[in-house]
């Protein structure tokens, strides 16, 4: 069946540091792909996503590109913040209501 | 414009009483969701609804019933609360492009 894996956490990464986050996914048709964060006491919101294959979703300096050769769309940002300490999601939907979500990867940035 | 808005936010149960979540969107959506996060497990789907006067079962639905009052409200119901339902509890509506849009959450503890 359709399902998501990412990078298992905590990460903790100083200021400034380079990010990633791995996520692949296993799917049957053609799925559109999502980053989601969660902050601290907070619903989850949508980061960036992806539609097709090769497509690059960006927002907030964060960027993730949908490889379909290697199923991934790991999550990358070149410079972390304090403010970007979160738990992040990886989730893909496959048609009406195919929504899976990846386990999550806590974020802790240290100044 | 308020979004998905959730009561209540926190709430403690004894083993076996009942209650009802609401959850509420003002975007004129037509899909709505119920999720469960649990630590280490992601989101997991318990309900959903495509549309006005129907519903679905998700991955999770035993011990939960549902109700599609209207298109903008969607409640969960907990029958005979369990101490395996303590969790925190995320509703969501769905816009375009399958972006999925949380509420901030309601935190449920079953003692």
């Known amino acids: 069946g359709d399902s998501v894996t990412q990078m298992e956490g905590p990460v903790t990464l100083s200021e400034e540091a380079f990010l990633t986050i791995n996520c692949t996914y296993t799917?049957?048709?053609?799925?559109?792909l999502f980053w989601y964060v969660q902050y601290p006491g907070e619903g989850l919101q949508l980061l960036l996503k992806a539609t097709k294959a090769d497509d690059k979703g960006s927002n907030k300096g964060f960027e993730a590109t949908y490889r379909k050769e290697t199923t991934s769309f790991h999550l990358e940002k070149g410079s972390v913040q304090v403010s970007d300490s979160a738990v992040y999601f990886c989730?893909?939907?496959?048609?009406?209501?195919?929504?899976?979500f990846g386990t999550g990867t806590r974020l802790t940035v240290i100044p | 414009n308020a979004g998905v808005t959730q009561t209540p936010k926190f709430q403690v149960l004894k083993t076996g009483q009942s209650m009802t979540l609401q959850c509420a969107q003002d975007?004129?959506?037509?899909?709505m969701y119920w999720y469960r996060q649990d630590p280490g497990m992601g989101l997991r789907l318990i309900y959903y609804?495509?549309?006005?006067?129907?519903?679905d079962k998700g991955e999770v639905p035993n011990g939960y019933n549902v109700s599609r009052l209207n298109k903008r409200e969607f409640s969960l119901r907990l029958e005979s609360a369990a101490p395996s339902q303590t969790s925190v509890y995320f509703c969501a509506s769905q816009g375009l492009a399958d972006t999925q849009y949380f509420g901030p959450g309601t935190r449920l503890t079953v003692l």
């Open positions: 975007m004129n959506h037509n899909s």
């Open positions: 989730a893909l939907i496959t048609g009406a209501n195919n929504l899976f």
């Open positions: 799917a049957t048709g053609y799925p559109s």
């Open positions: 609804s495509a549309s006005e006067g129907t519903t």
